[in-house]
C-alpha cells in the first residue's frame, strides 16, 4: 500500500485515482491471504500425514479401532463352545501397551490383540496369504484412514483359551504394518463377536484376562472368593458393537467409545474450547491404526475426567481429528477411551448388561 501511495504522490498528474484505488484493493487482498496462509500453516498440526521412519517406532502411538466395519452374518453352521468352567483365565502379554494372547486359528498358532474395537474376527493377511475372498464395493475405514483390501473367509476352527468355535465368518486384511518390531508377529484382532456373550476382566498387574459366564439375568453365575462389590456400576450403550459411555471434562458432557485396542485415549480436537484448554499437551507423536497411513497427533494428558462419580486423574490422552471417522460410522464421538482408562482402576465390561463395573483400587 506504501509503494501505491508513493506512485500516485509522485506521479498524480498521470495517474488516474481509480486505478491508483485498484492498486490499493489489490494489495490489501494480497495482504489477507498471506496472513491466512500463515494462520492455516501454524493450525495444520492436528492431523498431518508423515512418512514413518525408524526413530519413530519407540513412540509410535496404535489405535485399532475398525469402526466402520460392518458385522459379517454368521452360517447357520457356526458354532461356539466355552469352557465347562463359570470362570476362565486367559494369560496375556503386551505389545507396546495393548494386550496380546496366543490363539490357534485353523491350526495355525499366533499372537492376537484383543481388540473391542474390532466386531469380530480379524486376521493377519501376512500370515493367512491364500485365505478368503476379496469383498468388492466396500470402503474400511480405521481412525488412520482405508485399512485396505478386504477379504471375507471362513474359518474352520478357531481356539482361544478354552473358547472354540467353527465355521466362524471373519475378514482379512494386512496387519503387518503393526509390527513394530522383527520379532513381533501379529496374526489377527479377537474381536467383540468372541466374547459379547460374557463378562470380562482385564487384570494387568498379573497379566490375565478373566472371563465370565453369565445368567439369564446377566449377571455372573459364579463368583471370584475375593469379590467385592464395586464401588461404581456405569451403563454404557451400542452403536454397532462399540460400547459408548457418557464422561464429563470441564463440566462439558461428551460421548466415549471403549476400546481394548488403543494403547491411549482419544480426543477429538474439534471439541468446544472449553475442553481442549483442559488438555494439557506434551508432544507431537505419530499414531498408527488399522488403516495403513500414520498421522501425526498431540500427546498430553487430561488432568480430571469423571464418569458419574468416578473420577479419572492425569488420562494419556491423543488429540486428533476423528470427523471422517465418525462420518464412515454415522456416529458423535467425542473421542476413545483405551488402555489408560482401562489401567487405571479395576473395570470389568459386563457386555450383555451393558455396565461397566468399577473400583477404587487399579494394578
Known amino acids: 500500500m506504501a509503494f501505491a501511495q508513493h506512485i500516485y ?16 484493493f489489490c494489495q490489501c487482498i494480497l495482504f489477507v ?29 496404535t489405535v485399532l479401532a475398525f469402526l466402520s466395519l460392518e458385522s459379517l452374518r454368521q452360517e447357520s453352521a457356526f458354532q461356539q463352545t466355552l469352557p465347562e468352567s463359570n470362570i476362565f483365565t486367559i494369560p496375556f502379554r503386551t505389545m507396546g501397551k495393548l494386550m496380546v494372547v496366543q ?18 474376527l480379524v486376521l493377519n493377511a501376512k500370515y493367512f496369504p491364500h485365505l ?16 485396505g483390501d478386504v477379504r471375507t473367509a471362513v474359518v ?12 466362524l465368518n471373519c475378514h482379512v486384511v494386512d496387519l503387518s504394518h503393526l509390527e513394530r518390531r522383527p520379532t513381533d508377529s501379529i496374526f489377527g484382532l479377537i474381536g467383540f463377536e468372541v466374547f459379547r456373550e460374557l463378562e470380562m ?24 472368593a475375593d469379590y467385592q462389590v464395586p464401588e461404581y456400576i456405569v451403563p454404557f450403550s451400542y452403536k454397532g458393537h462399540v460400547p459408548i459411555v457418557e464422561a464429563t471434562i470441564a463440566q462439558k458432557l461428551l460421548r466415549f467409545g471403549i476400546d481394548t485396542g488403543a494403547e491411549y485415549n482419544l480426543l477429538s480436537n474439534t471439541l468446544d474450547s472449553t475442553v481442549l484448554q483442559a488438555f494439557v499437551r506434551d508432544k507431537k507423536i505419530p499414531l498408527r491404526g488399522s488403516g495403513k497411513s500414520i498421522l501425526e497427533a498431540w500427546l498430553g494428558r487430561v488432568e480430571d475426567m469423571r464418569l458419574g462419580k468416578a473420577s479419572y486423574v492425569s488420562q494419556t ?13 454415522d456416529i458423535k464421538l467425542d473421542g476413545l477411551l483405551g488402555q489408560p482408562f482401562l489401567r487405571y482402576r479395576r473395570t470389568v465390561i459386563n457386555f450383555r448388561k451393558k455396565e461397566l463395573h468399577l473400583w477404587d483400587f487399579s494394578y
Not at 504522490?9 to 492498486?23: D, N, S
Not at 490357534?104 to 469380530?120: H, M, Q, R, T
Not at 478368503?132 to 485399512?147: A, I, N, Q, W
Open 103 to 120: 490363539a490357534k486359528v485353523n491350526g495355525i498358532e499366533g499372537y492376537f490383540i484383543v481388540d473391542s474395537g474390532a466386531p469380530f
Open 33 to 61: 491471504v498471506m496472513i491466512l496462509a500463515v494462520v492455516a500453516q501454524q493450525q495444520l498440526c492436528a492431523q498431518t500425514r508423515i512418512m514413518p521412519t525408524a526413530t519413530q517406532t519407540s513412540t509410535l502411538a
Open 201 to 224: 476382566l482385564m487384570d494387568y498387574d498379573d497379566n490375565r484376562i478373566v472371563l465370565y459366564k453369565l445368567d439369564s439375568e446377566n449377571n455372573r453365575i459364579e463368583y471370584d
Open 9 to 24: 504522490t509522485r506521479h498524480k498528474e498521470r495517474v488516474p485515482l481509480g486505478i491508483f484505488l485498484l492498486v490499493q
Open 156 to 167: 474352520n476352527s478357531f481356539e482361544w483359551g478354552g473358547i472354540r468355535a467353527q465355521s
Open 317 to 329: 490422552t491423543l488429540l486428533t481429528d476423528i470427523r471422517e471417522t465418525n462420518e464412515t460410522f
Open 132 to 147: 478368503g475372498s476379496p469383498l468388492r464395493f466396500m470402503k474400511v475405514k480405521g481412525v488412520t484412514g482405508d485399512v
